[in-house]
């Protein structure tokens, strides 16, 4: 079992900035996307952004505004969610996850491994 481990969560106040990260316990050399997803209580997990690999192609939730960036460090093994402008809406616990298998998807069901979240709060 591959292990995600996000961290960069906190609080913060309304139009500030914070970058998650998430790293893996292995690199894979196959097709793979690295996602991110957020919960807020009492809501659906929401698809935020996810980036592929090797293609590097990113996609994100149209409900971020073109505020959220998605990156990765190969070498690391990491990826990142650089997060803008922040409002109060965003506040969530925050999901890394792991698809090993083509296409990219939006939906939770289709991926194979999760981080256990990381919490982040904007404040009015």
């Known amino acids: 079992q591959v292990q995600l481990v996000e961290s960069g969560g906190g609080l913060v106040q309304a139009g500030g900035s914070l970058r998650l990260s998430c790293a893996a316990s292995?690199?894979?050399?196959?097709?793979?996307?690295m996602a991110w997803f957020r919960q807020a209580p009492g809501k659906e997990r929401e698809f935020v952004s996810t980036?592929?690999?090797?293609?590097?192609?990113?996609y994100y939730s149209g409900s971020i505004e073109g505020r959220f960036t998605v990156s990765r460090d190969k070498a690391k093994n990491t990826v990142y969610l650089q997060m803008t402008n922040l409002k109060p809406e965003d506040t969530a616990v925050y999901y890394c996850?792991?698809?090993?298998?083509?296409?990219?998807?939006?939906?939770?069901?289709?991926?194979?491994?999760w981080g256990q979240g990381t919490q982040v709060t904007v404040s009015s």
């Open positions: 980036i592929t690999y090797p293609n590097e192609n990113a």
């Open positions: 292995i690199r894979f050399l196959g097709w793979h996307a």
């Open positions: 996850a792991l698809k090993t298998s083509p296409p990219m998807s939006r939906d939770s069901q289709e991926y194979d491994s």
